[in-house]
């Protein structure tokens, strides 16, 4: 039976049922093909398996045999040996091996910048920025639009620009509307989000405590950080919904929580104070 193979690449079209577009010359050139797959292996013929498939391609006079790879470290594999030429003077064009449905291949390529986590990152190492980074933007390009009477966006005017260069906007960049979504986005999802444990059994908000410094910028309205020492928030950025047990405004009664009555004697005999000095 011949394998159904997952790469386009590859096709299931077994030897003995060549597709009719394969000319003869070609499909008669599978020893030529078997002895190049051969001499890749190093010559050990053991390594090029029985003929599974055979595919033209797209260019005149090419077609591509198929075998199954017995090389170490590569099962479900195949060889793949591409033949051409006219009649009479077919040759090898290329040999590789290509992975099969059951092979073992590695795992698709991600960028290092996307692997990353933010607990990665430790003392001393370094984590540079591309150049394309979208959640940075020209410090000047940070100021949002404003809106006009009719509600579309206009941009600031060049005295607001000049204003936000004296309060210390003059960094090269500083991170766009689209990056500061992302990270309140990802704030609001985390630990010291509303939708935190902590946060939905806390009786009061941080956005009402003596100890919750608001952030600065358009992310003051929802975020801030935490002062309290003697919480696990201290020194995080919460969101104003986030709450603990260590609020501000959390007053703890310090009586005695149980009432005491005044004593009462009840066996029904009258006490009177005692004498001295009385002659009997």
């Known amino acids: 039976m011949v394998p159904e193979l997952a790469d386009p690449a590859v096709p299931s079209d077994s030897r003995s049922d060549s597709p009719p577009d394969v000319a003869a010359h070609l499909r008669g050139a599978a020893d030529l093909a078997r002895a190049a797959a051969v001499e890749t292996a190093d010559g050990d013929a053991g390594q090029v398996g029985e003929a599974v498939a055979i595919r033209a391609e797209d260019v005149p006079d090419a077609a591509t045999h ?23 003077d077919v040759n090898v064009s290329e040999v590789v091996l290509l992975p099969g449905p059951e092979s073992v291949v590695a795992p ?91 946060a939905r059994a806390a009786s009061a908000h941080c956005g009402t405590c003596g100890f919750y410094l608001p952030v600065s910028g358009s992310l ?42 005044d004593l009462v004697y009840d066996d029904g005999v009258e006490m009177e104070p005692e004498t001295t000095g009385s002659g009997g």
């Open 66 to 88: 198929y075998f199954a790879a017995a090389k170490p470290g590569y099962r479900g594999w195949y060889w793949a040996v591409t033949v051409a030429g006219p009649e009479f």
């Open 108 to 198: 698709t390529w991600v960028p290092w910048s996307e692997r990353l986590r933010a607990e990665d990152l430790g003392p001393g190492d370094l984590l540079p920025v591309e150049d394309g980074d979208e959640r940075l933007v020209p410090a000047h390009a940070a100021l949002d639009p404003e809106d006009d009477d009719e509600g579309e966006a206009v941009e600031p005017g060049p005295g607001v620009r000049e204003v936000g260069d004296e309060l210390g906007m003059g960094r090269p960049r500083v991170m766009s509307r689209e990056g500061r979504l992302d990270a309140a986005v990802r704030w609001s999802d985390g630990d010291f989000g509303p939708g935190a444990d902590m």
């Open 220 to 261: 003051r309205a929802a975020f801030g950080v935490c002062g309290n020492g003697n919480v696990p928030a201290d020194g995080h950025v919460v969101h104003a919904e986030y709450g603990c047990g260590g609020h501000s405004e959390m007053q703890v009664d310090s009586g005695s929580i149980i009432a005491v009555a």
